[in-house]
Protein backbone atom coordinates (compact mmCIF):
# COMPACT_ATOMS: atom_id res chain seq x y z
CA UNK A 1 0.00 0.00 0.00
CA UNK A 2 1.01 3.34 -1.20
CA UNK A 3 1.40 6.21 1.97
CA UNK A 4 -0.90 9.10 1.36
CA UNK A 5 1.30 12.30 2.82
CA UNK A 6 -0.24 14.61 4.94
CA UNK A 7 -2.28 17.36 2.95
CA UNK A 8 -0.86 20.12 5.43
CA UNK A 9 3.02 19.01 4.57
CA UNK A 10 3.62 17.89 7.83
CA UNK A 11 5.45 14.87 7.50
CA UNK A 12 7.43 13.94 10.67
CA UNK A 13 10.96 13.18 9.36
CA UNK A 14 13.26 10.66 11.44
CA UNK A 15 16.36 11.68 11.15
CA UNK A 16 16.25 11.34 7.17
CA UNK A 17 14.95 7.80 7.06
CA UNK A 18 12.61 6.32 4.55
CA UNK A 19 9.36 4.90 5.89
CA UNK A 20 6.65 3.84 4.82
CA UNK A 21 7.98 2.70 1.21
CA UNK A 22 6.47 1.83 -1.90
CA UNK A 23 6.93 -2.38 -2.09
CA UNK A 24 6.62 -4.77 -4.90
CA UNK A 25 3.40 -5.48 -5.91
CA UNK A 26 2.23 -1.73 -5.40
CA UNK A 27 0.57 0.13 -8.02
CA UNK A 28 2.18 3.32 -9.11
CA UNK A 29 -0.13 6.36 -7.70
CA UNK A 30 -1.42 8.93 -10.04
CA UNK A 31 0.20 12.07 -8.84
CA UNK A 32 1.15 14.96 -11.24
CA UNK A 33 4.28 15.46 -12.25
CA UNK A 34 6.44 17.20 -14.82
CA UNK A 35 7.72 15.42 -17.55
CA UNK A 36 10.74 16.06 -19.11
CA UNK A 37 11.89 13.72 -22.27
CA UNK A 38 13.14 15.04 -25.62
CA UNK A 39 9.67 16.22 -26.83
CA UNK A 40 10.09 19.12 -23.97
CA UNK A 41 8.17 18.98 -21.05
CA UNK A 42 4.51 18.52 -20.33
CA UNK A 43 1.89 18.09 -17.50
CA UNK A 44 1.18 14.35 -16.45
CA UNK A 45 0.61 12.11 -14.01
CA UNK A 46 3.28 9.01 -12.47
CA UNK A 47 0.82 6.16 -13.14
CA UNK A 48 0.68 7.54 -16.72
CA UNK A 49 4.50 7.71 -17.36
CA UNK A 50 5.49 4.71 -15.30
CA UNK A 51 2.03 2.66 -16.27
CA UNK A 52 2.71 0.97 -19.77
CA UNK A 53 5.28 -1.83 -20.52
CA UNK A 54 8.66 -2.23 -18.19
CA UNK A 55 10.48 1.01 -16.49
CA UNK A 56 13.08 1.31 -14.67
CA UNK A 57 12.72 4.30 -12.54
CA UNK A 58 15.78 5.37 -10.30
CA UNK A 59 15.39 8.62 -7.82
CA UNK A 60 17.89 10.96 -7.54
CA UNK A 61 18.47 13.63 -4.55
CA UNK A 62 18.87 16.32 -7.08
CA UNK A 63 19.68 17.63 -10.46
CA UNK A 64 23.26 18.68 -10.80
CA UNK A 65 24.32 17.05 -7.26
CA UNK A 66 27.76 15.47 -7.38
CA UNK A 67 26.87 11.81 -7.05
CA UNK A 68 23.48 12.01 -8.83
CA UNK A 69 25.77 14.08 -11.58
CA UNK A 70 28.40 11.99 -12.39
CA UNK A 71 27.40 8.36 -11.50
CA UNK A 72 23.77 7.97 -11.23
CA UNK A 73 22.51 9.54 -13.87
CA UNK A 74 25.33 8.86 -16.46
CA UNK A 75 25.50 5.04 -15.58
CA UNK A 76 22.12 4.89 -16.71
CA UNK A 77 22.28 6.85 -19.95
CA UNK A 78 25.37 4.42 -20.86
CA UNK A 79 23.57 1.62 -20.31
CA UNK A 80 20.14 2.32 -21.87
CA UNK A 81 20.53 0.06 -24.78
CA UNK A 82 21.74 -2.86 -22.43
CA UNK A 83 18.22 -2.38 -20.60
CA UNK A 84 16.35 -2.16 -23.85
CA UNK A 85 18.27 -5.14 -24.65
CA UNK A 86 16.62 -6.64 -21.47
CA UNK A 87 13.23 -5.72 -22.64
CA UNK A 88 12.87 -2.42 -21.01
CA UNK A 89 10.82 -0.08 -22.91
CA UNK A 90 11.20 3.00 -20.70
CA UNK A 91 14.22 4.29 -18.10
CA UNK A 92 12.67 7.06 -16.13
CA UNK A 93 14.93 9.75 -14.15
CA UNK A 94 12.64 10.91 -10.79
CA UNK A 95 14.31 14.34 -8.69
CA UNK A 96 12.39 16.79 -6.67
CA UNK A 97 13.60 19.52 -8.52
CA UNK A 98 11.32 22.30 -11.06
CA UNK A 99 11.01 21.12 -14.73
CA UNK A 100 13.25 23.57 -16.04
CA UNK A 101 16.27 22.84 -13.78
CA UNK A 102 15.43 19.09 -14.72
CA UNK A 103 15.12 19.69 -18.52
CA UNK A 104 18.74 21.58 -18.40
CA UNK A 105 20.13 18.77 -16.25
CA UNK A 106 18.87 16.19 -19.22
CA UNK A 107 19.91 18.10 -21.71
CA UNK A 108 24.15 19.42 -20.54
CA UNK A 109 23.84 15.28 -19.63
CA UNK A 110 23.00 14.68 -22.84
CA UNK A 111 20.36 12.27 -21.17
CA UNK A 112 17.14 12.79 -23.43
CA UNK A 113 16.69 10.01 -26.11
CA UNK A 114 17.48 7.46 -23.39
CA UNK A 115 16.39 8.81 -20.24
CA UNK A 116 13.24 10.56 -19.48
CA UNK A 117 12.54 12.29 -16.47
CA UNK A 118 10.36 13.69 -14.03
CA UNK A 119 10.50 16.85 -12.41
CA UNK A 120 8.49 16.07 -9.00
CA UNK A 121 8.81 20.33 -8.10
CA UNK A 122 7.04 19.71 -4.34
CA UNK A 123 7.99 16.23 -3.75
CA UNK A 124 4.39 15.06 -3.64
CA UNK A 125 5.29 11.63 -5.75
CA UNK A 126 8.65 11.84 -3.66
CA UNK A 127 5.90 11.58 -0.40
CA UNK A 128 3.35 9.46 -1.56
CA UNK A 129 6.40 6.48 -2.48
CA UNK A 130 7.46 7.09 0.89
CA UNK A 131 10.95 8.05 -1.26
CA UNK A 132 11.43 11.69 0.45
CA UNK A 133 13.81 12.55 2.75
CA UNK A 134 15.07 16.21 4.38
CA UNK A 135 18.69 16.70 3.30
CA UNK A 136 20.22 19.03 5.41
CA UNK A 137 21.01 22.66 3.04
CA UNK A 138 18.72 21.42 0.62
CA UNK A 139 15.47 20.35 1.86
CA UNK A 140 13.20 17.86 0.30
CA UNK A 141 14.35 14.93 -1.68
CA UNK A 142 14.09 11.59 -3.66
CA UNK A 143 16.02 9.26 -1.05
CA UNK A 144 18.61 7.39 -4.04
CA UNK A 145 16.82 4.18 -5.83
CA UNK A 146 16.14 2.49 -8.46
CA UNK A 147 12.82 0.53 -9.01
CA UNK A 148 11.25 -1.96 -11.98
CA UNK A 149 8.08 -1.27 -12.65
CA UNK A 150 5.91 -3.53 -15.31
CA UNK A 151 2.43 -2.27 -16.41
CA UNK A 152 2.68 0.26 -13.66
CA UNK A 153 3.00 -2.42 -10.83
CA UNK A 154 6.56 -2.55 -9.13
CA UNK A 155 8.19 -5.89 -9.34
CA UNK A 156 12.44 -4.51 -7.69
CA UNK A 157 12.80 -2.04 -5.38
CA UNK A 158 16.24 -0.85 -4.64
CA UNK A 159 17.22 1.60 -2.30
CA UNK A 160 20.75 2.76 -1.72
CA UNK A 161 20.87 3.19 2.12
CA UNK A 162 24.97 4.17 2.13
CA UNK A 163 26.80 6.55 0.37
CA UNK A 164 27.59 6.34 -3.62
CA UNK A 165 25.75 4.81 -6.14
CA UNK A 166 25.96 0.44 -5.57
CA UNK A 167 22.78 -1.30 -4.95
CA UNK A 168 20.50 1.37 -7.09
CA UNK A 169 22.83 2.21 -10.19
CA UNK A 170 22.43 0.55 -13.46
CA UNK A 171 24.76 -2.56 -13.35
CA UNK A 172 22.14 -3.88 -10.08
CA UNK A 173 19.66 -3.03 -12.31
CA UNK A 174 20.73 -4.61 -15.35
CA UNK A 175 22.21 -7.95 -12.83
CA UNK A 176 18.39 -8.18 -11.27
CA UNK A 177 16.78 -7.85 -14.97
CA UNK A 178 19.34 -10.42 -16.08
CA UNK A 179 18.21 -12.28 -12.99
CA UNK A 180 14.90 -12.87 -13.66
CA UNK A 181 14.85 -13.13 -17.54
CA UNK A 182 17.41 -16.20 -16.34
CA UNK A 183 15.09 -17.69 -14.26
CA UNK A 184 11.89 -17.55 -17.11
CA UNK A 185 13.94 -19.04 -19.72
Known sequence: MVRRPDPGG???VTKGRITDMIQAGDKIPSI???L????????ATADAVLGTGTVVLFGVPGAFTPTCDTSHLPGFVSNAHKLANLGVSRVVCATVNDHHVTKVWAERSDALGKVDFIAD???LLADTMGMSRQIPGMGK???RFAMVIR????EDVFVQDVAGVTISGAPAVLMALEARQSVTA
Open 10 to 12: NEP
Open 32 to 34: PIK
Open 36 to 43: VDAHGSSD
Open 121 to 123: GEG
Open 141 to 143: RFG
Open 151 to 154: DGVV
